[in-house]
């Protein structure tokens, strides 16, 4: 079934426009950042920080931010009724959480850990280390407050979200697997050795876990793919943000009537965003595996994928153009891999 591509119509700035006006940081579009970690980021009054919005893929469902906080500085408490996922990419701190100032919980993290922040609670993060911590976190902003169009609403609602988060002293150490390739987590200590399940649906050694960190809808997975591997091509709905946490290689996306496919080379911290029902797909081209973190779509205990139609289009082998592939052997042959995994699984 051909999904042709939904053309934006244009109303004029929407509120979440006029709120990054006010932001008054860096915004970052488009479809590619070659390294997150050399994006400009300003000083940002309400954070407290430094950072610098990605409001990336031409969509406004989801957004995604980088943000500094200087050695041994913190950020200013925050409340907000969007979902906020967070991958740490330098340095090592901590995160306290509370619904009154009378009972706060606080975990430590360092890089390469994944949390999210229970909703509608306060928090603030601290920097203990002595380099700064950068971290990239991801939101569902966009869309509630193009919903609801009322900062007041997103920022200072008092409401306590008591079955997210209950002041457990154990919150963020509970563990759960739901099913095979799905997790419910509070804490995910290190994004490059969490054990991942197979998923042969992207290829043979391709490997998947899937997650719901503190009770979010909004969902996220941490995707490898071995030396020699590569994925199908696919694409879905808006809204996906995909962080390269290890290993190098390449990304590709195009639309069907695009005449040029696009490729961009990635590495750890790069970051890619395919636009809506842009097909795309994932090339290592390195010898080790290659990782990557996305945050897209709903979390495993909250999907609803069963009660829609599919938007998830993979393209088999035999049907994508044949060049791809040819240019794929070739590059792994120019680096000394002699063999490639198999797309598929046989």
């Not at 200087?70 to 907000?80: A, D, I, V």
């Not at 961009?264 to 965003?273: D, H, L, V």
């Not at 599919?310 to 590059?331: G, N, T």
Request: proline content about 7%; overall charge negative.
């Amino acid at each position: 079934m051909k999904l042709p591509h939904r053309d934006r119509i244009d109303l004029g700035p929407s509120p979440y426009d006029k709120f990054l006006e006010r932001e008054a940081i860096p915004v970052v579009k488009g479809y590619f950042v070659e390294d997150l970690k050399e994006l400009e980021v300003k000083p940002w009054e309400r954070m407290g920080a430094l950072g610098c919005y990605l409001n990336m893929g031409g969509q406004q469902e989801t957004d995604a931010y980088v943000c500094d906080i200087p050695p041994g500085n913190q950020t200013l408490p925050q409340r907000h009724l969007y979902e906020t996922l967070v991958y740490i990419v330098t340095g090592r701190g901590a995160t306290t959480v509370w619904h009154d100032e009378g009972h706060k919980r606080s975990f430590e993290w360092g890089a390469g850990a994944i949390f999210a922040i229970p909703l509608n609670v306060a928090y603030q993060h601290f920097n203990v280390s002595n380099e700064p911590v950068k971290f990239l976190a991801g939101t569902n902003l966009p869309h509630l407050l193009n919903l609801f169009h009322n900062e007041d609403f997103i920022f200072r609602n008092p409401f306590e979200f008591s079955d997210r988060f209950d002041n457990d002293p154990d919150y963020f150490r509970k563990n759960e697997r739901l099913t095979t390739r799905s997790w419910e987590t509070n804490l995910v200590p290190d994004v490059n050795t969490f054990h991942l399940d197979e998923y042969p649906m992207k290829g043979k050694g391709v490997r998947i876990m899937r997650f719901g960190i503190a009770g979010t809808v909004y969902g996220c997975h941490i995707q490898e793919f071995p030396a020699g591997s590569r994925s199908l091509f696919h694409r879905h709905g808006p809204g996906a943000i995909v962080c390269v946490t290890q290993g190098t290689g390449y990304a590709m996306v195009w639309r069907e009537e695009d005449k040029e496919r696009t490729r961009f080379e990635i590495r750890p911290g790069s970051i890619y965003s395919p636009g809506d029902l842009m097909y795309h797909g994932h090339f290592n081209t390195g010898h080790e595996p290659m990782r990557h973190f996305a945050m897209r779509g709903r979390s495993p205990k909250y999907s609803q994928d069963r009660y829609r139609p599919a938007l998830h289009d993979m393209i088999p082998l035999e049907e994508e153009p044949p060049e791809v592939h040819k240019e794929y052997l070739a590059e792994i042959s120019r680096n000394g891999i002699k063999e490639a995994v198999s797309v598929v699984q046989e």
